[in-house]
């Protein structure tokens, strides 16, 4: 069996990829017409916190590559793609290291994914703004301000993207946790240590 960094890689991890990265691109395109909303960051980071912070990252950095396959490249398509793939790993870190896939969550668990959840896709989308002003601004003269120009021009999308998505943290991450628990055992994608025989 081969591991990376405790994560089990079999035709199972494989398939729940699979069906991550497809959840992830059709969290994306449903919401095309509403700028920088969409359920992928949900998904992303369910995937990291249940099974491994690796698999968020991989869910987050396909899902990206294969619906800018599906809509066309940008300049700016590769900070989406890792954006994204930085989002699944750091929130799947802070999850796991919180105890949120397989701890009872409370009223002070929820406000904090409710908190992260807005946070991170802040984060994600001033990574983004920075290819934009890289790529479709142009990074000579002053960077800095036009950065912070495009940074607050996006604040319009950015709003109610923090609001949407931290609200489906607070309120039904862990509910998912908990009915992906119950189908599958998050344990059986990880490293087990067996006893010599």
């Known amino acids: ?53 690796l698999l968020g990252a991989l869910t987050g950095a396909l899902t990206m590559l294969l619906t800018d396959m599906v809509v066309g490249f940008a300049p700016t398509s590769l900070f989406t ?44 989308s001033l990574y983004t703004d920075l290819g934009t002003t890289l790529f479709l601004v142009g990074g000579g003269g002053d960077f800095l301000t036009k950065y912070a120009v495009v940074a607050t021009a996006g604040l319009a999308f950015n709003i109610p993207m923090m609001a949407v998505n931290g609200a489906l943290f607070g309120l039904a991450l862990h509910p998912v946790l908990d009915a992906v628990q119950t189908i599958q055992p998050m344990e059986t994608f990880h490293e087990t240590r067996e006893a010599p025989v």
């Open 81 to 124: 793609i890792t954006g994204l793939a930085i989002f699944g790993l750091a929130i799947g870190v802070f999850g796991r290291a919180a105890g949120w896939h397989r701890r009872a969550w409370g009223r002070p668990h929820a406000a904090l994914a409710w908190v992260l959840g807005s946070g991170l896709v802040a984060a994600y």
């Open 1 to 53: 069996m081969t591991y990376i960094s405790g994560l089990r890689l079999d035709c199972r991890t494989v398939a729940l990829l699979a069906i991550a990265v497809a959840m992830g691109m059709a969290g994306r395109l449903a919401f095309l017409w509403w700028p920088n909303v969409m359920l992928s960051y949900f998904i992303v980071a369910a995937v990291a916190i249940a099974y491994h912070p």
